[in-house]
């Protein structure tokens, strides 16, 4: 995003100097343009979800550690536990789980939950989990959709006014030059801010998805009793062949 503003800001300086930074500037067309997209957007939304997609950007620039290969190695040796002591003994090593969506398979587990139930709870964890994550998503998708048409209602709006009033042909250049400064501030809107950050929480909803998607396969495969090292064969298919190798290397295996 800084990026974003640096190339913004040098081609601007590069064209029109340090005036033309200042002819960006209109106070009318921000108004329009910022204040009648984020209106469109509320109205689009349940007050508490626009709230909540909003504080969602601070998510794009939290890098949240997610190790694919890291569950998987934890689930192995939750499953060599379990295959050495018994499904109890997983309990105990329950308590030093940081992971609350693995901590709750394995105590649902532990209770002796019937396999089908234990994937339907998880499942509809996991399915209520992404639902949040996607209205968030909804509102920057919105808010970058409604952008752009806000900047065209202000550059018609500007068009408008001039077109009544062309008297003096001297101020048709600079009414024209800011009513389409509304069109500018709705594709900055889209394309600098809204789009970016959609894309940034769908691509750590995806990640994050896929992180439970292994949670659930393995605590399932420890519950049905499965050699550990065939769990770790089944768990690194999500992942991509780098991170298998990655996986291959770090694993603690399993006894056969």
Not at 36 to 64: R, Y
Not at 90 to 110: H, P, Q, R, S, T
Request: hydrophobic share 45%; with cysteine; charged share 20%.
């Amino acid at each position: 995003m800084l990026l974003g503003v640096v190339m913004f800001l040098f081609g601007v300086f590069s064209s029109g100097g340090a005036s033309g930074l200042f002819n960006m500037f209109d106070f009318p067309s921000i108004i329009i343009t910022l204040g009648g997209s984020i209106s469109g957007t509320l109205a689009s939304n349940k007050l508490q979800d626009f709230i909540a997609g909003l504080k969602s950007i601070t998510l794009t620039f939290k890098e949240v550690p997610q190790d694919p290969a890291a569950v998987i190695r934890n689930i192995i040796d939750l499953s060599n536990t379990a295959r050495k002591e018994g499904l109890l003994a997983l309990e105990e090593a329950a308590n030093g789980i940081e992971d609350e969506f693995l901590k709750k398979g394995i105590m649902l587990v532990v209770d002796g939950t019937d396999p089908e139930l234990v994937r339907g709870i998880m499942e509809t964890d996991l399915g209520c989990i992404e639902q949040r994550h996607k209205k968030s998503i909804a509102v920057w998708e919105k808010w970058g959709e409604l952008g752009p048409a806000w900047g065209m209602i202000g550059t018609l709006i500007g068009l408008i006014l001039m077109l009544k009033d062309m008297n003096d042909a001297s101020t048709i250049g600079p009414k024209m030059a800011v009513a389409l400064v509304t069109t500018l501030y709705g594709s900055l809107i889209a394309n600098w801010l809204c789009n970016p950050t959609a894309s940034k929480l769908s691509v750590n909803n995806n990640n994050e998805m896929m992180m439970k998607e292994i949670t659930v396969e393995g605590i399932l495969s420890i519950q049905a009793g499965e050699n550990p090292r065939v769990i770790e064969e089944k768990l690194k298919s999500f992942l991509s062949p780098s991170a298998r190798e990655e996986t291959a290397e770090g694993s603690v295996g399993g006894e056969e």
